[in-house]
């Protein structure tokens, strides 16, 4: 027989399974250690030798360190992980609304138009107009707001 028919023989399948389950708890461990080491420096309570302390413990002594990290503060790991998601969250909600405003809302300008339209046809008074266009004008008033034609209380005409 071939070298490679022996082989076949000499590592059966129960051996096959076995070593594939270490192989994928060794990579699932490496996981578990690189998350620690980003909460480590995520955690913002923690002294800068602490952090050290800690870092030195998961190097050094890499099984001891993790699973006594885990222990000691494995229960606020994922209170930081959500924490840090909803930063992650909000800060890209705001850059969406940010550049979205830019170009989709109406500007001051816009609503100055169509209220000095709403003026023209005799909708609103003199008054009404000016009290509207200086809430427009602080930031006030409803530019920027979806539908808003700046359509102050008519004076029942």
Do not use: C
Request: neutral net charge; aromatic residues 12%.
């Amino acid at each position: 027989m071939s070298a490679l028919t022996n082989l076949a023989y000499d590592y059966p399948l129960m051996s096959v399974f076995w070593s594939m389950l270490v192989f994928f708890l060794w990579i699932l461990w490496f996981i578990l250690l690189f998350r620690i080491i980003t909460d480590i420096f995520r955690d913002h309570e923690m002294s800068g030798w602490a952090k050290a302390g800690w870092l030195v413990l998961t190097i050094l002594l890499p099984f001891l360190g993790v699973f006594v990290y885990v222990i000691a503060r494995g229960k606020n790991m994922g209170r930081r992980e959500i924490a840090q998601a909803r930063e992650q969250q909000e800060a890209f909600d705001t850059y969406v609304r940010q550049v979205a405003g830019g170009t989709g809302g109406t500007s001051q300008v816009d609503e100055l138009v169509k209220l000095s339209e709403i003026r023209a046809r005799g909708d609103i008074t003199d008054e009404e107009f000016r009290r509207a266009k200086e809430l427009i004008l602080s930031g006030h008033g409803p530019a920027g707001g979806p539908g808003s034609a700046a359509t102050p209380p008519t004076s029942g005409r």
